[in-house]
């Protein structure tokens, strides 16, 4: 009976929060299945007579997810009397309180209104479609991601837990999708999660991603994703959040809990006067080498090595070349203060040096010795992004790969796309071709004469060239895919949004000081790595310098490859990224 009552207590207060606040309920719904490809085929035009990914018309589940978070949280708004028009028309307003949830338009409109022009260039390219179907579903896909993008700004980013619970969600996801690629790896075939819609891959079946192996074939991991590849940029994403997440939460629910003034501010973890504010550190508050924190220790090692096998696993050498940027923008944001002259490669180089030196700033066999080792000095980040760099160039050595099938064979292969692009631009190069069209009109693009290959899979003649019919792909290249569909105008809107997500001038007309190099005094508040001793991590990293890092490791991937663009999951992942971005720009001025 006592068992029962708190089963149904249970319910009933999940069942309240699900009623007060049901988009956040279906937005978690849409994190646990947006990198599933459950979907229903609703319609396909055929390219050399088979089934073709890029000129379908698909419902996914996480389609499904998303649109019922978008329609609670619509009705939800109007019920409390939000409307975003009135948002977009609020002037007279103080620059600081400008900086509220939804007030976020006035002072992004180039954030919020370049993307959104994007889109209804989209819609309007469809007049000018050989298949306006396609290019219809294509610019609806366009318009459901920027739902999603302003969803995460106005909805997830400011509520600190369901921003904190999307990141433990993708970690969660980025373990489970590693055990799974490493798994199908081992056995060199699909598991049998086909109700999860596994692909079906071995060696023998042809169109598979494949590397060799003396001379022999092995699949590369996919995971539940529809490529290799994909798989690598999203473990991309998991891996430096897991390297991230106790830098960017592991205080924050000491704040609230302070009664001295820490020198440094906001940091309960100061290291001016520590000693009064010790009593609020997590790292004072167990002792040093308990059983506990040893557990733990394990467990995010063990998360950490897992998925760096597995992003060598697929080996997508654009995801791993783009995580290395990605850490080293994070780890060299972090050390080097901003305006400094000294280049980045000398700050690593004395910093590296230094990590042989005995640590004198912190007294000998204090207990603060070891953990400001860990928070504040370079080896407890080098560690991790030595560890995960090793691993990847230890498991290369070892397995011995084909060179040319890894690298030469994948670049021949492209420059097919290459070719086919920049024909497509040369003819259309204002207006574009409509979105959603490349593939459809590549045999008309195919400027290369015939390959001499063993055909074993229906082809078509394109333009002089014999295709098969799995080589109908986008142009690896998502900047030429862009402007090849929507011409010189999308490009220019598309570049200029991603210039606007990193300048930081998008905020400077939400401070009341104009800063400069005369009263930068006045704006060092503003200027987080002058509140930290020079030489030091910052206690909490910028949560947007993080995704920054993630974004640059993500245009590295869209330089050579597609998926970013015109695949579900890899649409998800960058909308995902732009919206967390956005939001975080903001958030972290607003602090």
């Not at 899979?457 to 002089?464: D, F, H, I, L």
Request: glycine share 6%; with cysteine; aromatic share 16%.
């Amino acid at each position: 009976m006592y068992n029962t009552s708190n089963y149904m207590s249970l319910m009933q207060r999940i069942w309240n929060n699900f009623k007060t606040q049901p988009d956040s309920w279906f937005f978690y719904g849409f994190l646990l299945t947006f990198t599933l490809s459950i979907r229903k085929v609703l319609f396909f035009y055929p390219i050399a007579s088979q089934f073709n990914e890029y000129s379908g018309i698909y419902l996914y589940l996480s389609d499904i997810f998303l649109f019922l978070t978008f329609l609670t949280w619509i009705i939800s708004s109007s019920y409390h009397k939000y409307s975003i028009m009135s948002i977009l028309k609020n002037s007279n307003v103080p620059s600081r309180e400008k900086c509220s949830t939804w007030n976020i338009f006035r002072d992004k409109r180039g954030t919020f209104l370049l993307p959104l022009l994007f889109v209804i260039w989209s819609f309007i390219s469809i007049y000018w479609s050989t298949n306006p179907s396609i290019a219809f579903f294509r610019s609806l896909k366009l318009l459901e991601f920027y739902f999603l993008f302003l969803y995460i700004v106005i909805q997830i980013v400011p509520r600190g837990t369901i921003f904190q619970d999307l990141i433990k969600i993708i970690i969660g996801t980025g373990l489970i999708q590693s055990i799974i690629g490493i798994w199908q790896f081992a056995i060199q075939h699909s598991i049998g999660l086909f109700w999860l819609k596994e692909s079906l891959i071995s060696p023998n079946i042809l169109g598979v991603a494949k590397v060799i192996f003396s001379d022999t074939k092995i699949i590369r991991s996919y995971g539940l994703f529809p490529h290799p590849n994909v798989l690598g940029g999203f473990l991309l994403l998991s891996i430096i959040l897991t390297l991230a997440y106790k830098k960017l939460f592991h205080v924050e629910q000491f704040k609230n809990n302070q009664d001295t003034n820490c020198s440094t501010p906001a940091c309960p973890v100061g290291r001016w006067n520590n000693s009064h504010c010790e009593i609020y550190k997590p790292s004072t508050n167990v002792p040093r080498g308990t059983f506990s924190n040893k557990i733990h220790q394990v467990y995010y090692y063990f998360i950490l090595l897992i998925q760096a096998i597995a992003i060598f696993l697929t080996f997508s050498k654009s995801a791993i070349i783009g995580l290395i940027i990605g850490l080293l923008f994070i780890y060299s944001t972090t050390i080097v203060p901003r305006g400094t002259k000294l280049s980045v490669l000398k700050v690593w180089i004395n910093r590296l040096a230094r990590s042989f030196r005995s640590k004198d700033n912190v007294p000998r066999g204090t207990l603060l010795d070891k953990k400001s080792n860990q928070l504040f000095h370079v080896e407890h980040l080098s560690r991790k992004l030595f560890l995960i760099l090793g691993i990847i160039l230890v498991l290369g050595v070892i397995t011995k790969t084909d060179i040319n099938s890894l690298f030469i064979k994948s670049l021949d292969e492209r420059l097919l796309y290459l070719n086919v692009s920049y024909e497509t631009i040369a003819n259309n190069s204002i207006l574009g071709i409509g979105s959603g069209q490349f593939v459809l009109n590549i045999q008309n693009n195919v400027p290369r004469p015939p390959r001499v290959d063993e055909w074993s899979s229906p082809r078509v003649e394109a333009g002089g060239t014999f295709l098969e019919a799995w080589q109908f792909q986008p142009v690896h290249n998502v900047f030429l895919l862009i402007w090849s569909e929507l011409g010189l105008i999308g490009i220019i809107l598309f570049l200029y949004f991603l210039y606007k997500l990193f300048h930081v001038e998008q905020f400077e007309n939400m401070l009341d000081i104009k800063c400069s190099t005369w009263n930068k005094n006045q704006c060092e508040v503003y200027e987080p790595t002058k509140n930290v001793p020079r030489g030091t991590f910052l206690n909490n990293i910028n949560p947007a310098t993080v995704f920054k890092g993630i974004l640059l490791g993500f245009l590295f991937i869209m330089l050579f490859d597609h998926y970013l663009w015109d695949i579900q999951q890899g649409q998800i992942l960058l909308w995902l990224v732009f919206g967390l971005l956005a939001g975080l720009n903001r958030q972290y001025i607003d602090k």
